[in-house]
């Protein structure tokens, strides 16, 4: 089910460990009182009133994801109660991601809370600054800005729900979208991507439709809803587009966080793994006592829900023989073939070539993970790689080939004049299996995934001999080199190996 993406071919130092803060400044709650009550007996009344009323879990599976409403408790409450309803309150997550777009300010990329933790009348609520750090020191779309945070209600409005569903401890990364720029939210998801695993939860802060009457607000939240739940970006932004078209009366947005759900469709982008929940639709139109229903505001809750078991966990030892990959030659040259057509195009023109899947075997087709390496003059220029086994082959090799060539942190973006001199080799995996003793390691033949909490790290089978790496130094630098959870991390972690069928464009010439 999963999607990771890993940058992972060559060791290199982890920049992020050193960003620490000594002089904790908290998130003071600004809206309690307002949006909510602000007092603890009060609010906690309020929350087991909501509950009560809220609709029971829907989903069977894991839910990795809810889309949750940010106005006052008396208008969205009882769907934000809908909402994280549908969370396993006894689920331990390693870190939960709060996502809301900016109403104050704007900038192109967004805002992550770092400087200490946030506050409401019932508590604290840990950010996970680790997290926070990694992420603004290795990625430019991510800054913090006190701005962005200091009177942004879309977030906070989130947390007493939190507190209130689950039992567990958990630390949060609260991030503030202030661009409107959909190349920068593209950025922005690719950075968040390989955290939308199982052990993490994404929550997107929206409403819906803004000041038309009840029944046009009905008509618009469901266009906008079905859009969201295709889990296709085109299409929501398609239909956001057509809202706008319809000259609705007064309707000023007709999802006002979209930059949000955009994002966290983008992450979901192609993973099949997945699938939209709709959980329950309600306006303010609806609040008893206060709806007003010639100008309302819409509300929905959404979830997203795995389909199926995580593939890092699915495969036992015998199962992984069973699922061997063979490919042929012609498998293996039309694959660079793909890499390499998309790979120029990209660079040239911007777009991705559509590639017609009547002309390829079943082996290509196959979902799988993958990873693209660039060379130059043998020396690496770029590798980018996912465990996705929910995307088929050929879409893999065509989403690496343009990371590895534009999004490798390492590297300067490929050029048109640097495409002649690369160098393509494509490793393609087979599924990963869970070792309990580093016995099993073979060098050279098993690649290492390393996960402890929400790091992880992985060197490719052929690092292992490229190197000249004991077994101790291949597990000690992916431990700390790229889990960066240090030399002896990997004592303490969970280890799997997988396998890799590597071939390049210089060998199949």
């Given at each position: 089910m999963q999607l990771i993406s890993v940058v992972s071919c060559r060791s290199q130092p982890n920049t992020g460990q050193n960003m620490q803060n000594t002089n904790l400044i908290n998130r003071k709650p600004v809206v309690a009182g307002q949006f909510y009550p602000g007092k603890p007996d009060e609010l906690n009344a309020e929350l087991i009133r909501l509950f009560a009323g809220a609709v029971q879990k829907k989903a069977t599976n894991d839910v990795l994801a809810i889309i949750s409403p940010h106005a006052g408790y008396v208008f969205s409450g009882?769907?934000?109660?809908?909402?994280?309803?549908q969370l396993d309150p006894r689920k331990d997550y390693n870190t939960i991601f709060v996502i809301g777009s900016s109403h104050r300010i704007m900038f192109d990329g967004a805002s992550i809370y770092n400087k200490g933790h946030y506050e409401t009348p019932l508590g604290i609520v840990k950010v996970d600054l680790e997290t926070a750090n990694l992420l603004i020191n290795k990625n430019?779309?991510?800054?913090?800005?006190?701005?962005?945070?200091?009177?942004?209600?879309?977030?906070?409005?989130?947390?007493?729900?939190?507190?209130?569903?689950?039992?567990?401890?958990?630390?949060?990364?609260?991030?503030?979208?202030?661009?409107?720029?959909?190349?920068?939210?593209?950025?922005?998801?690719?950075?968040?991507k390989p955290y939308f695993t199982r052990e993490n939860l994404f929550i997107i802060s929206t409403d819906f439709s803004h000041y038309p009457d009840y029944e046009d607000a009905v008509e618009v939240d469901k266009a906008t809803a079905d859009a969201i739940i295709t889990g296709i970006p085109e299409e929501l932004l398609s239909t956001l587009r057509k809202?706008?078209?319809?000259?609705?009366?007064?309707l000023a947005t007709s999802l006002c966080g979209w930059t949000?759900?955009?994002?966290?469709?983008?992450?979901?982008?192609?993973?099949?793994?997945?699938?939209?929940?709709?959980?329950?639709?309600?306006?303010?139109?609806?609040?008893?006592?206060?709806?007003?229903?010639?100008?309302?505001?819409g509300y929905y809750s959404i979830a997203v829900v795995a389909k199926n078991s995580n593939p890092v966990e699915n495969k036992s030892a015998d199962q992984t023989g069973k699922d061997e990959l063979i490919l042929s030659v012609e498998d293996k040259q039309?694959?660079?073939?793909?890499?390499?057509?998309?790979?120029?195009?990209?660079?040239?023109?911007?777009?991705?070539?559509?590639?017609?899947?009547?002309?390829?075997?079943?082996?290509?087709?196959?979902?799988?993970?993958?990873?693209?390496?660039?060379?130059?003059?043998?020396k690496l220029r770029g590798c980018i790689g996912n465990f996705s086994q929910d995307i088929p082959l050929y879409k893999v090799v065509q989403e690496m080939t343009i990371s590895s060539a534009t999004r490798d942190y390492r590297f300067t973006p490929v050029e048109a004049n640097d495409l002649n001199k690369i160098d393509?080799?494509?490793?393609?995996?087979?599924?990963?299996?869970?070792?309990?003793?580093?016995?099993?390691?073979?060098?050279?033949?098993?690649?290492?995934?390393?996960?402890?909490?929400?790091?992880?790290?992985?060197?490719?089978?052929?690092?292992?001999?490229?190197?000249?790496?004991?077994?101790?130094?291949?597990?000690?630098?992916?431990?700390?080199?790229?889990?960066?959870?240090?030399?002896?991390?990997?004592?303490?972690?969970?280890?799997?190996?997988?396998?890799?069928?590597?071939?390049?464009?210089?060998?199949?010439?």
């Open positions: 009882p769907v934000a109660a809908s909402s994280f309803n430019d779309v991510f800054k913090f800005k006190s701005d962005a945070h200091d009177y942004e209600h879309s977030l906070e409005v989130q947390l007493p729900f939190l507190q209130h569903v689950l039992e567990t401890d958990f630390k949060i990364v609260p991030i503030v979208i202030a661009t409107q720029s959909r190349n920068t939210v593209k950025k922005i998801a690719e950075a968040l809202n706008e078209q319809k000259g609705i009366p007064n949000s759900v955009l994002t966290l469709m983008y992450i979901t982008e192609g993973n099949s793994g997945i699938k939209y929940e709709p959980v329950e639709y309600r306006n303010s139109g609806d609040a008893k006592n206060y709806g007003d229903k010639s100008r309302v505001v039309k694959l660079l073939e793909i890499s390499r057509n998309t790979l120029e195009q990209y660079i040239r023109t911007g777009k991705i070539p559509v590639v017609r899947e009547d002309e390829l075997s079943d082996k290509i087709k196959t979902c799988c993970g993958a990873f693209v390496s660039l060379h130059v003059n043998g393509i080799e494509i490793s393609v995996l087979t599924p990963m299996k869970k070792i309990e003793s580093i016995d099993e390691i073979i060098l050279g033949k098993h690649g290492i995934y390393i996960r402890k909490g929400s790091r992880t790290g992985t060197f490719l089978p052929q690092v292992g001999t490229q190197t000249g790496w004991t077994l101790e130094d291949f597990l000690g630098h992916c431990a700390r080199d790229k889990a960066g959870i240090g030399w002896d991390g990997w004592k303490d972690a969970e280890l799997f190996t997988y396998e890799a069928i590597v071939f390049s464009e210089h060998e199949m010439k």
